[in-house]
């Protein structure tokens, strides 16, 4: 079994001394033990939490947040590939994250994804509600992920979600990140459809979008 704790040190040490090599080799290996999945959510997941905190606290630089990111999306990219990239029919995906600067846990969720088989557009951290809702609109998307890492951010969604389904009563968002881990019952309140705790959630959502069965996992009714 991978000691994942010892590997997440390494990991992390390796992005931010920008040692893509290291890097390398370290997704290399566990994917030879542990599915995208698995990987995501026991390693990628808690380096990027842990590299974001770092930030916070002022130990690493914008730079190092940004070179981190860059090289696990390459290396994902790189290394584990799509398990059905010309898959037919799904629904139009994007996610944002509102009012934060914190990008490292939507790169993940967007690689997860796309090796999962699905697109989802970028559209960026930082954003205003209304730039949100506005883009949402305007590429028909059918499934809106948004990921806030404060509360304030997150209670920014409840207006969002009422004005979007206003104009697209058929659009299901998707939320996740601290504020929902911590409050379980926030994702209801802010008028989302679902919660993710994390990548393997939010793929299993999706996929029960597609498939027409988050009514029957998910009844806000009871």
């Known amino acids: 079994m991978a000691d994942f704790e010892k590997i997440q040190i390494e990991l992390v040490h390796a992005l931010l001394t920008v040692n893509v090599k290291d890097a390398e080799k370290i997704l290399l290996d566990v994917s030879a033990d542990f599915s995208m999945i698995e ?13 974001g905190t770092g930030w916070e606290e002022g130990a690493f630089t914008l730079a ?97 979600t009422k004005l979007l389904k206003l104009s697209n009563p058929a659009i299901k968002v998707i939320v996740g990140g601290t504020p929902f881990n911590f409050d379980k019952e926030l994702w209801k309140e802010v008028g989302a459809d679902a919660m993710g705790r994390n990548a393997s959630d939010a793929i299993g959502i999706v996929q029960r979008i597609a498939g027409g069965e988050l009514k029957a996992v998910y009844d806000r009714r009871k």
């Open 39 to 51: 990987i995501a959510d026991n390693l990628l997941a808690p380096v990027f939490e842990s590299i």
């Open 64 to 160: 190092q947040i940004y070179m981190s990111g860059r090289i696990c999306e390459q290396l994902v990219d790189k290394i584990l590939k799509p398990s059905a990239p010309a898959r037919k029919n799904q629904p139009k995906m994007a996610m944002a994250v509102i009012e934060d600067y914190h990008y490292l846990g939507k790169k993940l969720i967007l690689s997860v994804l796309k090796l999962a088989g699905f697109e989802a557009l970028d559209y960026g951290h930082g954003l205003s509600t209304t730039e949100v809702i506005d883009r949402a609109l305007e590429d028909e998307i059918e499934i809106l992920l948004l990921s806030s890492l404060t509360l304030p951010s997150a209670l920014l969604i409840s207006n969002m």
